[in-house]
């Protein structure tokens, strides 16, 4: 493995994860598409390296070396940066830009790197300064809740919270339900079918394009079938 790490959840509301990682050698792995944005602190050679990353519209590859210590810190759907339009994001890395010390440029301020320790201090400031907001309506379509708000404002609100469409959204988790059940064995023919995709080409074509890979790919070698 290039990369060990390990992950916790945080007690903010706006995150759903923090991970912390070295790189033990260079890698360029595909990387599945990504429906949620981050912050990433890297550290290497004795430099500090600050991004916003993504999301992700489709599968690509990631480039990194190694000696590199990584702290990713991963946002729920619908939170967002105001002054950081979340279209200007996609398919991206954003640098932030490095103050003195271990310190960085946000919004005119600056701001100590977090650590897999204090992270969730950090984000508690964030909000406090109302860097961090979350859409109630994003929100609440994505936990199926909306009933009565006009389609064209769901539309605008997911395109200013997150980039992209709820569709979209829902694609890529598709894809990764998807991935998720071919890898514990499910066929081919049940994914497609318990999922709703029209045929086994339609689910090829949305693993290629959102996990990088085929189902045949994914399936564990013991549930292969092997011709005689």
């Known amino acids: 493995m290039s990369i060990v790490y390990q992950t916790r959840p945080s007690d903010s509301p706006f995150v759903e994860s923090i991970t912390h990682g070295y790189t033990t050698s260079d890698g360029a792995p595909t990387r599945p598409a990504e429906t949620n944005w981050h912050m990433v602190f890297v550290k290497t050679q004795g430099q500090v390296h600050n991004f916003v990353v993504g999301p992700w519209t489709e599968a690509g590859v990631v480039n990194y070396w190694a000696g590199a210590e990584i702290l990713w810190i991963r946002f729920k759907l619908g939170v967002f940066i105001p002054h950081l339009p979340a279209q200007h994001l996609l398919n991206r890395e954003t640098a932030l830009p490095a103050a ?7 919004k ?8 897999f320790e ?3 201090t950090f984000l508690q400031r964030l909000a406090h300064d109302e860097l961090l907001i979350c859409d109630p309506i994003v929100d609440a379509a994505l936990q199926g809740h909306l009933s009565d708000t006009p389609s064209r404002t769901v539309r605008h609100r997911f395109l ?4 992209l469409s709820q569709k979209h959204i829902q694609q890529v ?9 071919l890898q514990q064995g499910v066929s081919i023919l049940d994914t497609v ?3 709703g995709y029209f ?15 085929t189902p045949a790919q994914l399936i564990p070698a013991h549930c292969q079938k092997v011709d005689s």
């Open 100 to 106: 003195t010390g271990n310190a960085f440029w946000l």
């Open 108 to 115: 005119g301020t600056t701001w100590q790197l977090p650590d």
């Open 118 to 120: 204090n992270a969730d």
């Open 160 to 163: 200013r919270a997150t980039g």
């Open 173 to 181: 988790e598709r894809a990764q339900q998807a991935a998720a059940l």
């Open 193 to 195: 079918y318990e999922l």
């Open 199 to 213: 045929d086994q080409p339609h689910l090829t074509r949305s693993l290629k394009r959102f996990i990088g890979t």
